[in-house]
């Protein structure tokens, strides 16, 4: 119903006409059966919501089983915690990483072997 937790009686009540006006069959001026489907379920849970808030032990019931209490976060643990204290910094350092490509290889064949340079030719008879 678009209310706040602590919405007063006159709230609720304000809330409830106004929703069973828009969704009323009498009051729609859709002729689309497909909305008409949708608005008698949202009247259907407008009806139900309001039934609940407006009794007293209901919507303290709902509240209790519906409502838990906000929870207290804490703040996370570090996953990660350094061998040695902020002040006192080992001698390990780092610069700045530069890449150079490998030499090119001669290509191989599948078993290893180096390709020949020049493909064999039978013996010329003589």
Do not use: C
Request: glycine share 4%; charged share 20%.
């Amino acid at each position: 119903m678009g209310l706040t937790r602590d919405a007063t009686p006159e709230q609720i009540n304000s809330a409830y006409k106004t929703l069973l006006r828009r969704y009323h069959p009498d009051t729609r001026r859709s002729g689309d059966p497909a909305a008409d489907a949708a608005s008698d379920a949202a009247l259907q849970e407008v009806l139900a919501a309001y039934q609940v808030l407006h009794d007293p032990r209901r919507r303290a019931a709902y509240d209790q089983h519906h409502n838990p209490p906000p929870l207290t976060l804490t703040p996370p643990r570090p996953i990660f915690t350094p061998a040695t204290p902020p002040g006192n910094r080992s001698s390990l350092r780092a610069g700045p990483a530069y890449w150079t490509p490998w030499p090119t290889r001669p290509p191989q064949s599948p078993n290893g072997t180096k390709p020949r340079a020049e493909p064999r030719t039978p013996p010329k008879p003589s």
